[in-house]
């Protein structure tokens, strides 16, 4: 009805499913009176009202877990507080393996699990069937149950939430549309919509598959793709329960549970059918799309593989329904980089039900306190790069994902679809070399190389996969003689300006104020000290920086420094692309290189932590002396139309003295077993350089930068919580993170990360541990410590100092 809107509102929630009525609920009950949520017809009409309801706990980290662990608490606890009632019930879910390789990642998932404190037990088929009567079990492997994992009615609970919103103050209308953002310098304003214009201080688009045609009207990069979804609901069952738990059969890519005394049965085919390429329609609403049996067809032949009782079971319903997916088949939320105040939750990847709570939690909480309140990078929005809002990138990578979500989580599993986006000038030559490609951010990179006639392949297992021994090969070159990197999906930026010097004082925790041509690595740090960039920092002049971070945090990174720009007159470009990074690591590389050029490389003229423009062959390239592998050496940054001739001519130098072509595996073992941390691994915004083991990069002379006060007051008491190295007595197991950490058999903290060192013969790994007291060299040798992999715990030995050169003598050579 016209007229009937707002002209003024603090925050304008743009859709009324799930996820909009839960953002709308959570800032209402931080106290923002006028929230205004505009659906363009009813609640819960696009993707919310079909969805299967199953409310899962177990996520990828940490705080997805904790998150989803709060939706089914909120969920339990909406009925008593609004009147609404949700239809929760804590049911219970098993999973169940078909095959040993997937027992071990059940019983991987299991061990997390209990990082994350979610009662998890691994029960054999036999429990399994008397679980779940229906269920064949002879073929299994074994399952995992989870009792607490539980299920709701969609409509119901979003209806909960929109009262309860409402009850707290927040405005609820339905049958308006958002047809504008509007934005003045470089912020959101408010929107304009079928019924007039709302002036807003913050605009939040949960507007679910139609995410990404809001963020547009913004010229907000919101990669998201619907994809057509699938299940039936059979007529009752005899042996069907109302407390039947759900039941997940990822090997038959399916799931089931009961609903009204029969089944609904859906699940996650291998290949996807992505919808409405051209948008949606507009009168899209409480709709469905055709029936597929056809596509239907592998999960009904698997389904009944399971449950033989399907087979005759008579079909109630068929649901084809819409969902959006991103590149990644993780959700997106916070704030868009390239709009202040402009906030989006959105992609829920069919898991939006179990994720709408904590994600309108965690949402709210970071609108109302200007940043998140805990480390939600594996959800950032800046985790995207502007490329992945490409339509034929989404498009493909969407018949991909769906199945993706059930299929093995392979470790070092690489996407199929979409490949080739981002290659660097020098793909084709090391294609030509064996190279095996891995992609980050897009960028294909040599993640090893294999041996000459065998193609470079992923062949996934749990155990040593095919790459291991070439990746070996590798780290042992960088450690003996030499390696060859191609690291050029590094993010470059150039800052540079009056203010250039001040800006980066006040972003870097430690001193950026050197002479020119010296790189520090440091952090930068969020009010929490926690860390929210790990970069190096090279003073090129008097006001002139170039700042280098990994591929991955390139949206992130350049949104943290542009905020933190403010008004100084500072510019910051993104030179990613104009430079090819050759990394000459090891040993021998002074002598490789030496080869090439005239400049003197001695360590008395070309120290560590410095930088100079150098001749290399026919080209001028900036030589930077700094490694991440531990090992003497430089990165040559080469324009980019000079790669390849500087690339010919290394390889040519390096021949007779051991120079080996090495990728990403190999530089992880190596880095792991120096210690260095990996940002969005082993350091985050939740964690701080103290925490971190990361004291050295802190200038604590300097005043003025963000998060000191913070540090300054941890620095108070003995640290509670720090990042330890670890190495694993028995030289068989494999660390690849999220492991449980336990000192003298009581669960103490989790591995971050971890590789099989090569030099160490054994796994090596780094975690936090805990402790209230104060964790130090002394409490880690009084500990007896275990690692739990795959439910089974192995000796380990705990100290501080990284295992392999703890005085950098090397790397200083
Ligand atoms: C078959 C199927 C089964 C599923 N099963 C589960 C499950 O078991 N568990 C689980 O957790 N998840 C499940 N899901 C996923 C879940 O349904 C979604 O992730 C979730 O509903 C997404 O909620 P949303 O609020 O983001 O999107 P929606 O519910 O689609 O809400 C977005 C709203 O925005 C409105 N809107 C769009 N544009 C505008 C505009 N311009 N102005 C105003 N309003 C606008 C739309 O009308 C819509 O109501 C399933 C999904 C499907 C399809």
Not at 67 to 77: D, M, Q
Not at 156 to 183: C, F, M, P, S
Not at 236 to 246: F, I, M, N, Q, W
Not at 777 to 791: D, K, S
């Amino acid at each position: 009805m016209p007229g009937s809107i707002p002209a003024h509102a603090r925050a304008v929630v743009v859709g009324g499913g799930i996820v909009g009525c839960s953002v709308a609920y959570h800032l209402a009950k931080l106290g923002w009176r006028d929230v205004v949520l505009l659906e363009r017809r009813q609640l819960s009409c696009g993707t919310t009202w079909h969805a299967a309801g199953l409310v899962g706990q177990l996520r990828s980290s940490h705080n997805l877990t904790r998150l989803a662990s709060y939706g089914a608490v909120l969920y339990e606890r909406l009925e008593a507080e609004t009147g609404q009632a949700t239809g929760f019930r804590r049911s219970g879910s098993i999973s169940v393996a078909r095959s040993a390789e997937r027992l071990t990642e059940l019983k991987r998932g299991a061990s997390m699990a209990r990082c994350f404190g979610v009662d998890v037990e691994v029960i054999s088929p036999r429990e399994a069937g008397r679980l779940w009567p229906l269920m064949r079990t002879d073929d299994l492997a074994g399952a995992v149950w989870i009792p607490r994992d539980g299920r709701t009615n969609p409509i119901d609970t979003t209806l909960a939430l929109a009262k309860g919103a409402r009850n707290a103050g927040a405005t609820i209308l339905e049958n308006v549309t958002v047809t504008g953002i509007n934005r003045t310098n470089g912020a959101a304003t408010g929107v304009s919509t079928d019924q007039g214009d709302i002036v807003s201080d913050v605009v939040v688009n949960c507007a679910g598959m139609w995410g990404r045609e809001v963020g547009r009207m913004a010229a907000v990069n919101v990669p998201l793709h619907a994809s057509e979804h699938f299940y039936i609901v059979t007529e009752p069952l005899a042996g069907v329960t109302r407390d039947l738990p759900v039941l997940r059969d990822t090997d038959g890519y399916i799931y089931a549970r009961e609903e009204v005394g029969g089944l609904l049965m859906g699940g996650f085919e291998p290949v996807a059918k992505p919808w409405a390429m051209d948008g949606i329609p507009t009168d899209f609403g409480f709709s469905l799309l055709p029936e597929d049996w056809e596509h239907f067809r592998v999960l009904m032949e698997q389904a009944i593989v399971r449950i033989p009782a399907l087979e005759s079971a008579p079909v109630r319903r068929h649901v084809n329904g819409p969902e959006s997916f991103t590149p990644d088949n993780r959700y997106m939320l916070g704030e868009a980089p390239e709009l202040r105040n402009f906030f989006v939750a959105a992609g829920f990847n069919s898991v939006g039900i179990a994720s709408a709570a904590g994600a309108g939690k965690a949402l709210a909480e970071w609108i109302v306190g200007g940043e998140p309140s805990m480390d939600l990078w594996d959800v950032d929005i800046r985790r995207f790069m502007p490329f992945q809002g490409n339509r034929r990138y989404l498009r493909e990578r969407t018949t991909e994902v769906v199945g993706l979500l059930y299929a093995m989580h392979w470790p070092f599993r690489q996407p199929e679809t979409a490949r080739g986006v981002r290659r660097s000038v020098l793909h084709d030559r090391l294609a030509a070399r064996g190279a095996g490609f891995g992609v980050v951010a897009g960028w294909e990179r040599a993640n090893w190389f294999s041996a000459a006639g065998v193609e470079p392949r992923y062949i996934y297992t749990y155990g040593r996969q095919n790459w291991f021994p070439g990746a070996a090969a590798e780290h042992r070159a960088v450690r003996e003689s030499a390696g060859l990197f191609d690291q050029s999906s590094l993010a470059k930026f150039l800052l540079e300006g009056p203010d250039a010097t001040a800006t980066l004082q006040r972003l870097c925790a430690n001193d950026v104020d050197v002479a020119a041509g010296r790189i520090v690595y440091t952090q930068m740090l969020n009010r929490r000290g926690g860390i929210e960039c790990d970069v190096t920092v090279t003073r090129l002049t008097a006001d002139a920086y170039l700042v280098i971070t990994i591929a991955a945090a390139a949206t992130h990174d350049a949104d943290w420094i542009r905020r933190g720009i403010g008004d100084a007159r500072v510019t910051l470009t993104d030179v990613t692309s104009a430079f090819t990074v050759l990394g000459v690591m090891g040993p021998r590389s002074r002598e490789i290189l030496s080869r090439l050029t005239n400049a003197d490389l001695s360590n008395a003229t070309f120290p560590f932590g410095t930088t100079r423009e150098i001749e290399v062959g026919y080209a001028t390239v900036r030589a930077t002396r700094i490694t991440y592998v531990g090992e003497l050496g430089w990165e040559l940054h080469v324009p980019t139309e000079f790669a390849m001739g500087v690339y010919d001519d290394v390889v040519a130098a390096g021949e007779d003295l051991g120079l080996r072509h090495a990728g990403y595996h190999a530089m992880d073992s190596l880095r792991l077993e120096k210690g260095y941390r990996s940002w969005g691994h082993d350091i985050g915004g939740d964690d701080t350089p103290l925490e971190a083991g990361l004291g050295f990069a802190v200038s604590f002379k300097k005043s003025g930068f963000v998060g000191r006060d913070a540090l300054l007051r941890q620095r108070e008491t003995p640290l509670p919580r720090r990042l330890v190295m670890f190495t694993l007595d028995d030289p068989e197991p494999l660390l690849l993170g999220d492991e449980p950490i336990y000192r003298d058999g009581a669960l103490v903290g989790r591995i971050t990360s971890g590789a099989f060192g090569h030099t160490l013969g054994r796994s090596v790994g780094m975690g936090y541990v805990a402790h209230a007291d104060g964790v130090d060299e002394a409490f880690l040798q009084a500990g007896r410590w275990e690692l739990e992999i795959a439910t089974e715990r192995f000796p380990a030995t705990a100290q501080l100092e990284p295992p392999y050169d703890p005085k950098s003598t090397r790397v200083r050579s």
